[in-house]
């Protein structure tokens, strides 16, 4: 399986059985390296949370390429107004697809939706935890450090997703927390650097985490397990 980190959190997963996207904020973003255009194919998009920046072009991704949207109940209430294949779940939930079985893992953020000049609820926000080809994927999606991740370590994570930018999310000190926690065979930093307010050095965070492989990718770039 061959994973690609696009910036702030949208993570592209392409397996013989899927080719899915997290949090698909590609319009709008200035550090993703690829337009709509370039992406083909998708088979399921992931949603962690209603906030544009992760929401992102779920509809039109959708609407392409007839992707399974996973999210929580109350974006797929949302959703459904676009008549897009919507599988719906909630926190603690567990489901085999066609793929492998997906997991969604408590956050502790916000998931509103801008709607024109109305907010609507967006439900609980989330993570993800993909199993897909013999490994285990984890997306922490929009989170602060929780003890709930100390549970991850039992699922023996082959790769984790940390956001690292602060102000909205866990900052450095507390992703290495959570990599304590967690401990994942490789971990890659996101959600930094989009925006001044999150800006941050994923080399200082790979300098602080020890007994765990750090990969702090460049945009773009992806790692095969």
Known sequence: MIIKYLSHSVVLLEGQKIKGIIDPFITGNPNCPLKLDDL?????????????????????????WGSKIICNFEIGNYLERHNLNIHTMHIGGRVELDFGIVKMTPALHGSGIFDGTDIIYGGN?????????????????DTGLTMD??????????????????????DIEDAVKAVEFIKPKIVIPMHYDTFPVIKA???SFKNKVKDTEVRALSFGDGIEL
Do not use: S
Request: proline residues 4%; aromatic residues 8%; contains cysteine.
């Open 201 to 203: 050095d994923p080399l």
């Open 125 to 141: 926000p989330c993570g993800f935890l993909i199993q897909a080809e013999g490994r285990k994927i984890y997306h922490a999606g």
């Open 40 to 64: 083909e194919g998708i088979t399921h998009i992931f949603v962690t949370h209603g906030h544009g920046d992760h929401l992102g072009d779920t509809v039109e991704i959708g609407k392409k």
């Open 149 to 170: 991740m100390k549970l991850l370590e039992d699922e023996k994570i082959d790769l984790a997703f940390l956001p690292i930018g602060g102000n909205y999310t866990m």
